[in-house]
């Protein structure tokens, strides 16, 4: 099977509101008494990447958090493909077709490339996840890894994996932090291209990136973070214009 003939999410609703896969606004939230999120207002349409921009200690990983249930406390509208966050616990966002790929990566030692595949099984009921052939055909690397031991593979491929391992819980909302950050720039390059091709099968991806110049070429709409609060909001049409207030802002 191609890469083309890969399985895409299920078909777009038409009600205006499920057009996009990610909305939120006016997002608060909290780690105990440290307030980090200041009213974030962002969108992530269905089939579009999304880059949320911004220095160390901005709030971008924490809005993930927050998006996954994951800070002690929140508040604000969170809808995907919507349906409203609000109530649903930590543990039940997955099954909504959510999939968070953290800094952290969580490879199993014990467990084989291959087995690291194999778990967890599909999440999100009525959508199949890749396949472990199509996983091969977007990730040669892991094809050609599959015995060896999950954490003694390169950081690249270690990164490959976990994002692998989303996309075979049927997830159709891709959030990405970091996944570029201290890697080769081979391995930048090949996660980049399965990040369009992704993409191009119609998946949701926000991703939380300081590498400008890794997400420039990959998405639709860039928001910049400072402080837990959105100051810049662009397309990648007005790219061009904004090239000084991102030097200043990130240093670019």
């Known amino acids: 099977m191609s890469t083309a003939a890969m399985a895409a999410p299920a078909p777009r609703a038409a009600a205006d509101e499920a057009a996009m896969a990610l909305e939120l606004r006016d997002l608060h939230a909290w780690y105990g008494e440290s307030h980090v999120l200041h009213g974030v207002d962002l969108q992530v349409p269905q089939g579009r990447t999304v880059c949320l921009l911004g220095r160390n200690g901005a709030g971008r990983t924490t809005t993930l958090r927050a998006i996954m249930g994951l800070t002690s406390a929140r508040s604000g509208t969170l809808k995907v493909f919507g349906h409203d966050l609000a109530r649903v616990p930590a543990h039940r966002v997955a099954r909504l077709g959510v999939g968070y790929c953290p800094e952290e990566r969580g490879i199993f030692a ?5 087995e690291n595949l ?3 099984p599909v ?16 990730f040669p690397n892991l094809k050609e ?3 060896s031991q999950g954490t003694r593979l390169s950081g690249g491929e270690q990164q490959m994996l976990a994002l692998a391992r989303i996309l075979r ?3 159709r909302l891709l959030l990405l932090d970091e996944i570029s950050e201290g890697l080769a720039p081979v391995i930048v390059q090949a996660l980049g291209r399965a990040i369009k091709t ?11 990136e300081q590498n400008f110049h890794f997400s420039a070429r990959l998405a639709d709409t860039f928001y910049v973070m400072e402080r837990g609060r959105i100051i810049e909001h662009f397309t990648r049409e007005e790219l061009p214009g ?8 990130l240093g670019v």
Not at 110 to 114: F, K, N
Not at 123 to 138: H, V, W
Not at 242 to 249: G, V
């Open 123 to 138: 999440l999100r009921n009525g959508a199949a996840g890749l396949s472990l052939q199509e996983i091969d055909e977007l």
């Open 242 to 249: 904004k090239q000084q207030t991102l030097q200043q802002l």
């Open 198 to 208: 992704l993409r191009d099968r119609g998946f949701s991806i926000l991703l939380v």
């Open 110 to 114: 014990s467990l084989s490339t291959r």
């Open 145 to 147: 890894r599959a015995r």
């Open 169 to 171: 819980t049927g997830a």
């Open 118 to 120: 194999l778990l967890p």
